[in-house]
């Protein structure tokens, strides 16, 4: 379970830091292509829809749309998937009792889920059990319950979890199904670690580990990490270290950036309940550095995948608009034999013949024209529609791309920890603690932060200081015009103090007085103020 996090000078760097880079990887990475082993895949699964609009049944041509659909989700494009999701639900009927209706109905659940759309994620799961349960499907019934009960572990309803995930468990124990067994296992683990019952789930983990144990895939090195964590939260360090590391090792095998992320940051976590902080501000900044490379990795994939749709839509559309042109060149020429041919054999009524047929004539191709402008402004609107498209969802994979910068409290909570271990009798140890308080306070209090703090501030609002400083009507001290930084960064007061280490009172008596050297409006915000600057 997410625990909370306390927002220091520190984590709003790391931040400003990460919005950098995430820039600078789209920039880099909006020219680039495909690489050819999914550029293969998307071409091949687009051909095969192609093909099957040509000929072939309904529920063939709702195959292809969820084959594609799910091409689209599994790189992240859900936006593209959902569309020929309902594609494929539209060809067969929403209630059609159908395994193709199943696994669709999975899919834009995990979709919506993806998405922390919750309550939808839970219809679409809820549908799926039930025309699972209609036809006899066991399988499906499996897979359902399991989807179902975690989208009911995401709610926090613990409970209705288990009993699905319990319920999944053994549909697929009936099956011989050792791959959803293992995922079962390891879904029921995770809610007791949820519900911190860590001997239990401990039981569940070595049962999904045991299915997994050697196969070199990524859920083996999650499960491997999950153990490690149960270790770690019951206390037992050397444990938890020794399972962490194998999942490590496993994730660096098969190349998973993200399972190397998760077990150098719990690493770094054991290593620091411990005391062993050289070892573990090491694996911190492994685990920073896989999470960069992660992040890379996913941000390229999405809009190499967002460019490739729009080229193919684009050369379609290019395809579509020869072909309407070379049938109104035929029409052109079938009308020009016709007019000769008329010309030749009736020369008597010539002039009152070919001025009607030329009336005639100017008027059709006036219309054919206004036909071929309707055309072309319509690929024109649909090519812009598309660039506005991607510049949007560029934008949407950038903000999502912030939202999981690392939050690295840990100086904090040692302090915290520290200090409390501090009020001991013990008086050795108390002087020996209130030594590493001192020096951890003093590396606090450093004002090298805040001068890489003004730097990356200045990369992403350049002109906001020298704004700010042309409306005050008294000069600011450096402390206002760090207030007024924050405050354009919509941070709330409890926030700020815990970055400027002041009480709230401090924050309002300092946002009060910088108001007060500011033509702002007795009604208008100071944060609505500063964001507007």
């Known amino acids: 379970m997410a625990r909370p996090t306390t927002l220091s000078l520190f984590h709003l760097f790391v931040l400003l830091a990460s919005i950098a880079v995430c820039n600078g990887q789209l920039e880099l990475g909006s020219g680039s292509h ?106 499906g019934q499996a897979v359902s319950k399991g989807l179902l009960g975690a989208c009911y572990e995401k709610e926090g309803k613990y409970l209705d979890a288990l009993e699905h995930q319990k319920g999944s468990l053994s549909l697929f124990e009936d099956l011989k199904d050792a791959a959803g067994v293992s995922l079962a296992n390891e879904n029921i683990g995770s809610i007791y670690e949820d519900l911190e019952q860590y001997d239990l789930a401990h039981g569940y983990f070595l049962k999904s580990y045991e299915y997994l144990k050697g196969k070199g895939t990524w859920q083996e090195a999650n499960v491997l990490n999950n153990l490690g964590d149960i270790y770690r939260k019951s206390g037992e360090y ?51 550095r896989y999470n960069k490379a992660w992040l890379e990795n996913q941000n390229t994939n999405q ?14 559309a290019q395809i579509q608009l020869l ?86 409290k840990i100086l904090f909570d040692l302090s915290r920890t520290l200090k409390n271990i501090a009020a001991r009798r013990n008086v050795d140890l108390s002087f020996r603690i209130k030594e590493l308080v001192s020096e951890i306070d003093f590396n606090l209090q450093q004002e090298d932060e805040w001068d890489e703090f003004m730097n990356f501030f200045k990369e992403i609002h350049p002109d906001f200081i020298k704004k700010l400083s042309k409306l005050s009507e008294s000069s600011l001290s450096p402390a206002e015009m760090r207030l007024g930084m924050l405050l354009r960064l919509n941070l709330s007061s409890k926030e700020i103090a815990s970055i400027l280490r002041v009480t709230p009172d401090s924050v309002r008596v300092a946002r009060y007085r910088l108001r007060k050297k500011l033509p702002i409006d007795p009604k208008e915000e100071l944060v609505n103020f500063m964001v507007e600057l």
């Not at 995990?110 to 309550?119: D, G, I, Q």
């Not at 950036?257 to 902080?277: C, I, M, R």
């Not at 809009?303 to 729009?310: G, M, R, S």
């Not at 009336?359 to 598309?386: C, H, I, M, P, T």
Request: net charge positive.
């Open 34 to 139: 495909f690489h050819k082993k999914e550029d293969s895949t998307f071409f091949r699964l687009k051909s095969n829809l192609v093909k099957a609009k040509r000929g072939s049944s309904l529920q063939e041509i709702a195959k292809s749309y969820y084959a594609l659909g799910e091409f689209y989700r599994t790189t992240g494009v859900y936006s593209e998937a959902m569309e020929q999701f309902n594609e494929a639900l539209a060809l067969i009927g929403p209630s059609s009792r159908d395994t193709l209706n199943v696994l669709l109905n999975n899919c834009i659940g995990k979709v919506h889920l993806s998405l922390n759309k919750f309550e939808l994620a839970e219809q679409y799961f809820k549908e799926s059990v039930k025309v699972s349960n209609g036809l006899g499907y066991t399988r």
């Open 238 to 288: 050397e444990e938890a270290i020794a399972f962490t590391k194998k999942a490590l090792y496993a994730a660096l095998n098969i190349g998973d950036n993200h399972q190397l992320e998760s077990a150098n940051k719990d690493l770094s976590k054991a290593y620091a309940l411990l005391g062993d902080f050289k070892l573990a501000h090491h694996y911190l900044s492994e685990a920073e």
């Open 303 to 316: 809009l190499n995948v967002l460019q490739t749709i729009y080229d193919t839509n684009r050369k379609e």
């Open 323 to 408: 072909q309407e042109q070379n049938k109104v060149s035929k029409a052109n020429q079938n009308l020009l034999w016709v007019a000769l041919f008329a010309l030749a054999a009736i020369l008597i009524i010539w002039y009152t013949y070919m001025g009607r047929k030329r009336k005639g004539k100017l008027k059709l191709q006036e219309y054919k024209q206004r036909v071929l402008k309707a055309e072309l402004d319509k690929k024109s609107f649909e090519e812009k529609n598309l660039q506005q498209q991607i510049q949007l969802k560029t934008a949407a994979l950038s903000r999502y791309s912030l939202h999981l910068s690392q939050k690295n």
